[in-house]
């Protein structure tokens, strides 16, 4: 059978309702699709869903799904990894706050899920259960999906986009149009707008107000929201356009959170600046920083990947490092300490903590409350909140120790 007719009989099967296809227990029944096609190559974990990607290219999405962002034709959760389509296959991928993004093996962007302000980028604000094609005929080889936004890197000539919500300057420019929501009017875009400042950038990570990026001279710039220093500029005030980090630092990747930013150099040290009422930068010392700080530690780290208050990375020997917020047990560690924030208090780390596993990863994503990573050998594991299927485990019942996403090959 081809690929592409095996997807479009597993995505038949997940809509199916009937307990012939199901696994039912009592009036509820949990669709069970067939196993994932191939091994994964990567993993994006957004607020309460996760996608990732698998090694022929084919993307899939488990958790929550209100308003689409799962991409099989449904707004219903899913507990069980879902094929997003039965015909694109995708290179890059981004999970994000209500909505996911992916471009194709040949750069065409494509978003879906919630649309109130724009994200998509398909010139409405409708939302939509399945992949739509961003407008202006981009081609992109950097997705990044951030809370209610979502930009990318032009392959052409490396130029950022971003489309979406704007009120912090998020979108690296001021947007002329606005879209109705639930408080109000809020300037935003639903076509992709360039960044200002002609830079050109080799990676690009979007949070929930604001957008972080490295130019080809390997200097990293921000731009939107700065309440807590995550611009890392020096500065408390927002910018609509991209302002350099501060300290001369060469880094090989930005990762971007709620309130904070990281990033890490060619050789493995880890900078963190912005909010630290959870330990999510990593320095015990200071409640934030408004620019880069080394994360304690001593680890030297592989690649770093901002959660919402948390933070994830690979060091060297492939071992899984998480810190900040654990009040869900997304750090994959049990934490000593406790963290108290104007509005609540619960366990965290100051620190990295080792993620309490025997597995070899490759690669780790921070999501809001949860985490995921990919083994050497391309097996999925998550961790954390599960209240709505996130971890991709068939149920969802959360855990403190990374478990296998279900229906692995």
């Not at 609540?344 to 993620?355: D, E, F, I, K, T």
């Not at 025997?358 to 994503?365: D, L, R």
Request: net charge neutral.
């Amino acid at each position: 059978m081809l690929v592409s007719s095996s997807l479009h009989v597993r995505r038949l099967l997940a809509l199916a309702g009937a307990c012939g296809v199901a696994a039912c227990k009592g009036s509820e029944s949990v669709v069970v699709p067939p196993p994932v096609d191939a091994a994964f190559a990567s993993v994006s974990a957004g607020l309460l869903h996760t996608c990732g990607a698998t090694i022929t290219n084919h993307m899939y999405c488990w958790g929550w799904n209100r308003d689409g962002e799962i991409g099989d034709g449904s707004t219903t959760d899913r507990v069980y990894a879902m094929a997003v389509s039965d015909v694109l296959t995708f290179s890059t991928i981004g999970a994000g706050g209500g909505h996911s993004c992916a471009a194709t093996l040949g750069g065409v962007p494509y978003c879906w899920g919630l649309n109130l302000t724009g994200q998509l980028g398909d010139g409405s604000t409708a939302s939509r259960s399945t992949p739509t094609g961003v407008t202006g005929a981009l081609s992109l080889f950097r997705v990044a999906t951030g809370g209610t936004f979502t930009c990318g890197l032009r392959t052409a000539d490396s130029a950022a986009y971003c489309w979406g919500w704007g009120r912090y300057g998020q979108l690296g420019t001021p947007p002329t149009a606005t879209c109705a929501t639930s408080t109000g009017s809020e300037p935003c875009s639903s076509t992709p707008l360039a960044v200002l400042g002609g830079l050109r950038f080799i990676s690009v990570s979007a949070g929930a107000r604001h957008t972080c990026a490295v130019a080809a001279d390997s200097t990293a710039y921000c731009w939107g929201g700065n309440d807590a220093g995550q611009l890392g500029n020096g500065s408390g005030s927002n910018a609509a356009q991209p302002v350099a980090v501060m300290g001369s630092i060469k880094f090989a990747a930005v990762t971007v959170g709620f309130s904070h930013s990281c990033g890490w150099t060619g050789t493995g040290d880890a900078y963190c600046w912005g909010d630290n009422t959870w330990g999510q930068i990593g320095d015990p010392t200071r409640l934030s920083s408004p620019m880069p700080v080394l994360v304690t530690g001593g680890v030297i780290f592989l690649s770093v990947s901002a959660g919402a208050q948390h933070t994830c990375g690979i060091g060297t020997g492939n071992t899984a490092w998480c810190w900040g917020q654990n009040v869900s047990s997304q750090l994959g560690a049990e934490s000593s300490e406790t963290c108290v924030t104007p509005t609540s208090s619960g366990p965290c780390s100051l620190r990295p903590l080792a993620v309490a596993t025997n597995q070899i990863f490759a690669s780790i994503s921070g999501g809001g409350q949860h985490s995921c990573a990919v083994t050497t050998g391309g097996r999925a594991y998550c961790w954390g909140n599960n209240g709505n299927g996130q971890l991709g485990t068939g149920n969802k019942s959360g855990t403190n120790v990374p478990v296998p996403v279900a229906n692995q090959p």
